[in-house]
């Protein structure tokens, strides 16, 4: 029996994608539940498995635009009982015929042209050898010469061949997406980026003072993250004027704390979303980060996952970036841009110190959020960040 491979749904808003890459070739036996595409829409990448075991059948190019619900393979189920018991008489006497091909034969079949069913096989049974190949090939008529063309003008020094110069590649469509939903943002919304510093002595501190005892409780390191996901709950409870957006003529004010957090991956940004982070544990945030990076990153994250939030963190200094201006992930209203740690002099009750210095930026859009509770709301992140107890006392 065949079981056809179809697209599966992603979403009532994804009605297509490109079937980027197999993961297996036409006629492979597969196993139940093994990968066998990837999948590429406008807003995620996923991976498709087999639902049953068997020979599968590719019906459908790699690069193809495909729809949800097309069949693009069938696996027959029937190919495993014919398989099976060709195992033990294998080990006892081999089937050959004049055209089994061995890999080797394969491969000099595709290096010389020489077809191995034109060719008298001296192996067991007819089969095609190596050397069979080989005296083939040496056998073969000489091409006739191609007629003399002029030499091409030799590069410039030290300039690269003009092939190897540049390289198409069509975008991918969450690339595609992406790249709409950056201008888009920047045409919509009046986005205007506010920037403040903060000293990051009390959180090293306090990581390096319970970071053995906490990983040993949890199991996962105490990041900065979850000390930033915290402030910013912290701040969005004291300027709820951020915690909004606009919904054509209206203002949608959210009372809920689902925190957006950009993850660079190898297909592109992708922002999961981390859900009820004002009744979440610094460890519950921790974990919650890394499960969704590595989902993001292993192109398992659902579009659901991706839904929702109301506030955005994205964290540049892991790259080394020094300082930025963050594009709105909209229809959010905001987003806060973290930067690399670095040492400077600052002035500290009248003396010049070194301290840990982050830039932070605040990007908002200026049609909801003013620029006193674009500041206010910076400086209580900030304070936040500078004294951790202000998030326990609620100050």
């Known amino acids: 029996m065949a079981i056809e491979v179809k697209i599966p749904p992603m979403g009532e808003s994804i009605t297509s994608g490109v079937l980027a890459k197999w993961h297996v070739q036409d006629g492979d036996l597969v196993a139940k539940d093994q990968p066998l595409f990837e999948l590429e829409t406008d807003k995620i990448t996923s991976e498709g498995t087999a639902e049953s075991a068997g020979r599968i059948s590719l019906k459908v190019a790699a690069g193809t635009e495909v729809k949800i619900g097309e069949v693009v393979a069938a696996i027959d189920e029937t190919a495993l009982a014919a398989a099976a018991p060709a195992a033990p008489v294998a080990a006892t006497a081999p089937l050959a015929s004049a055209h089994a091909e061995s890999p080797a034969v394969r491969r000099l079949a595709a290096e010389t042209g020489v077809d191995p069913a034109g060719v008298a096989g001296s192996g067991k049974a007819g089969r095609v050898t190596k050397g069979d190949m080989l005296a083939a090939a040496e056998a073969r008529p000489a091409a006739p010469a191609a007629p003399a063309t002029p030499a091409p003008a030799a590069p410039a020094v030290g300039a690269a061949p003009r092939a190897e110069r540049q390289t198409r590649t069509k975008m991918t469509k969450l690339r595609q997406t992406i790249a709409s939903r950056l201008v888009h943002a920047q045409h919509e919304a009046a986005m205007l980026t506010t920037f403040n510093e903060c000293d990051m002595s009390a959180v090293m501190a306090l990581r390096a003072r319970y970071q053995d005892d906490f990983v040993k409780k949890h199991g996962v390191k105490l990041g900065f993250m979850s000390f930033f996901t915290k402030a910013v709950v912290h701040a969005l409870r004291e300027v ?108 500290v009750n009248g003396q010049v110190v070194i301290r840990p210095m982050m830039y932070l930026a605040l990007s908002y859009d200026h049609r909801l959020v003013d620029g006193r509770e674009a500041v206010t709301f910076l400086v209580k992140v900030k304070q936040a960040i500078e004294d951790p107890a202000r998030l326990l006392i609620g100050a």
């Open 240 to 347: 709820p004027g951020v915690n909004a957006r606009i919904d054509g003529d209206t203002v949608v004010q959210n009372h809920y704390y689902d925190i957006s957090m950009a993850v660079s991956t190898d297909k592109g940004l992708m922002v999961p979303v981390i859900r009820e982070c004002d009744r979440l544990g610094m460890a519950e945030i921790e974990k919650a980060i890394a499960e969704a990076a590595k989902k993001a990153r292993e192109g398992r994250i659902a579009l659901t996952d991706l839904e929702g939030g109301v506030f955005t963190i994205t964290n540049g200094g892991i790259f080394g970036s020094m300082l930025s201006t963050p594009i709105l992930n909209a229809p959010q209203s905001a987003i806060l841009g973290l930067h690399a740690i670095n040492e400077r002099p600052v002035a």
